[in-house]
């Protein structure tokens, strides 16, 4: 069986291409500037690799673009030869706890749930839409970023606002990176050679964007992100956690707009508000130069991810485990370094040379550490393609074709 794994954006589509039950990853790519005269598609799989710049008009003309591409490589003759699809879908409210096979009923509740993610949701909703149109008989499945957080208890989602805010709105915190945190959750207990329904981890997703969960037990508890994923932890150009009453000041007394400060919090802060650039790789280059803001944009994210984590070492009752994951957490060894050698109240301790030399999944605490530290790199595509897969078959074997 062959799965299709779309992530799709307002005018961009990620995809994966794989091969179950052997799990083998075929082909693997993006489509960015959709809409834009010099749209291109990259793309990467055995003996097969393309870079190319060519107009694509909307998300139906990129996802026929693509469905070429797999017939001339003769991965594909078209998509209804595909087992499945399974979608990306950044919100699912309270509406789902885990991953479903779409249908009429489940498309409506992911529309009900655009004004929770207006940026996202509307994108996802557009890629389910092309494929159903041009291969109807095509399974497909919605992951939900938020799905995995859904086992937060109450005092844990619910804001100190009035209480009908929550109950007619649905405003509560609602979590992001699910696929993320749950898969190198998973990966870390196998590492660690524990099951994961007795596995305590702290996990921290870092990248431009950026969170950190306590999981209990292979279950969510508590996660940083929250209604939107602008709460929390520092972020490439998201402001993370803010008095709310700087919303205000701004909109009274600099006479800002309320578009004007959402862009502000989402889009010119963070790293970037802070240091003018929102890229820790050439963060870490301007500090090692004596860059006195860029020294101090470290700082501040740091001190933001070790606040966390000792908040969430208490909420969990202690912790197994720490794991990095993300473009900053898997591949900053400065930072990592930085985040632990906070946590000597934790009794955490770390092997400098393994910090430095680690590559992909390893672990890098010392034997006498009071907890593990893993960098796992995370494969969300691969948690989506996973959950795609036992939901279909599961489907066919209750309606097994005559």
Do not use: W
């Not at 992911?110 to 996202?120: E, G, M, T």
């Not at 602008?230 to 006479?255: C, K, N, Q, T």
């Not at 280059?285 to 966390?308: M, N, P, Q, T």
Request: net charge negative.
């Amino acid at each position: 069986m062959k799965i299709l794994v779309l992530n799709s954006g307002s005018s961009s589509i990620k995809f994966k291409l794989y091969d179950f039950p052997s799990r083998e990853l075929l082909l693997a790519g993006s489509i960015e500037r959709i809409g834009e005269a010099d749209s291109s598609l990259r793309l990467k799989g055995r003996n097969l690799e393309l870079d190319e710049r060519v107009a694509l008009a909307d998300h139906r003309r990129a996802l026929e673009s693509l469905e070429e591409i797999f017939k001339k490589s003769s991965l594909l003759d078209s998509f209804e030869e595909l087992g499945a699809v399974g979608h990306r879908v950044v919100h699912g409210g309270e509406d789902f706890e885990e991953s479903v096979l779409i249908d009429e009923e489940v498309m409506g509740a992911i529309k009900r749930n655009v004004s929770l993610a207006p940026l996202h949701n509307p994108a996802n909703i557009e890629g389910i839409e092309v494929i159903g149109s041009l291969s109807p008989s095509t399974p497909q499945v919605a992951v939900f970023d938020t799905a995995f957080h859904q086992t937060m208890p109450p005092e844990a989602y619910i804001y100190a606002l009035e209480i009908e805010l929550y109950e007619k709105y649905g405003i509560r915190r609602y979590g992001f990176h699910g696929s993320s945190h749950s898969f190198v959750c998973k990966r870390a207990s196998e590492m660690a050679g524990m099951d994961s329904a007795s596995f305590d981890t702290i996990t921290l997703h870092l990248g431009n964007g950026a969170s950190v969960c306590a999981i209990k037990g292979g279950k969510s508890i508590e996660t940083s992100m929250g209604f939107t994923p602008l709460e929390g932890l520092v972020m490439g150009s998201r402001s993370g956690d803010i008095d709310p009453a700087i919303i205000f000041h701004l909109y009274r007394e600099l006479g800002m707009s309320l578009q004007e400060i959402e862009r502000l919090l989402n889009r010119r802060s963070g790293l970037k508000g802070l240091c003018g650039e929102n890229d820790m790789r050439e963060i870490e280059l301007a500090a090692a130069s004596g860059d006195e803001r860029a020294l101090a944009a470290i700082d501040i994210f740091v001190h933001r991810i070790v606040k966390y984590i000792g908040a969430y070492f208490v909420l969990l009752g202690g912790a197994d485990a720490i794991v990095f994951t993300g473009g900053i957490g898997e591949n900053s060894s400065y930072i990592r370094a930085r985040v632990c050698e906070r946590l000597e109240a934790l009794g955490v301790r770390f092997d400098s040379e393994l910090n430095e030399r680690g590559r992909g999944d390893f672990l890098f605490s010392t034997k006498d550490s009071a907890l593990r530290l893993y960098t796992v790199h995370t494969d969300e595509e691969s948690v989506i393609a996973e959950d795609t897969y036992r939901i279909v078959s599961l489907a066919e074997s209750m309606n097994p074709t005559p």
